[in-house]
């Protein structure tokens, strides 16, 4: 019985990548800096409701397409790429599409929520905290965000293959794979761009943010 239990337990190495994800989550949020310097530049120095509108409308697009397009085609984010780790079916076959679209789907409604809110304070001449309104308001709809992020890490650790709650919505699997072309040209570009984010989110000043 106790071995039974050791080994229904046993999580085999290729699918310990939570310290792997975490770094690939930042490496990709490297890999997206320089819309976020574009962002901040254009909330901090333009007040046309408009043209931030469409703004937000091309970011958004952007960072929800990044995810879906590398997922979509090789399975693997460049962040995902530089720290050694794929994506795979359950069965661990290769990505396509439809399981690209339904591992962002909770991230996507999330964004698309924030843009719609984005869009209507923008049209309502509200640009305070990137139009997203007051503290209470970012607190409101933060708070699901942080909660599910709590979920995936909890239900991720709860079962042997290391599926978190978007692995299941997709039936996927992530597993170590060192095989990427260019790994190591990827890793040092996205590391020196966040280095480089690093640098400039201390030194340049958010001047959209409001405390009240």
Not at 151 to 177: G, P, Q
Not at 190 to 197: D, E, G, P, S, V
């Amino acid at each position: 019985m106790e071995s039974t239990i050791e080994n229904d337990n046993y999580v085999p190495d290729k699918f310990c990548t939570l310290k792997r994800r975490i770094i690939a989550a930042c490496l990709d949020s490297a890999a997206l800096a320089p819309f976020a310097w574009f962002d901040k530049y254009l909330w901090n120095s333009i007040s046309n409701p408009l043209t931030l509108q469409i703004w937000s409308v091309f970011y958004t697009a952007v960072i929800i397409y990044y995810y879906y397009y590398f997922v979509a085609r090789f399975g693997q984010t460049p962040g995902k790429m530089a720290s050694g780790i794929k994506i795979l079916t359950s069965n661990e076959c290769e990505v396509g599409p439809k399981h690209a679209v339904l591992r962002q789907i909770l991230f996507s409604s999330f964004s698309l929520i924030f843009l719609t809110i984005q869009l209507f304070n923008l049209s309502h001449g509200m640009l305070a905290n990137r139009a997203l309104g007051n503290h209470f308001t970012l607190m409101l709809f933060g708070s699901p965000i942080l909660f599910l992020s709590l979920l995936e890490f909890i239900t991720m650790m709860c079962n042997t293959k290391r599926r978190s709650i978007h692995d299941f919505i997709a039936d996927t699997v992530v597993i170590k794979f060192e095989e990427t072309k260019h790994k190591n040209k990827i890793k040092v570009i996205l590391l020196t761009l966040f280095i480089i984010n690093l640098l400039i989110q201390q030194f340049t000043p958010e001047l959209n943010l409001v405390t009240n």
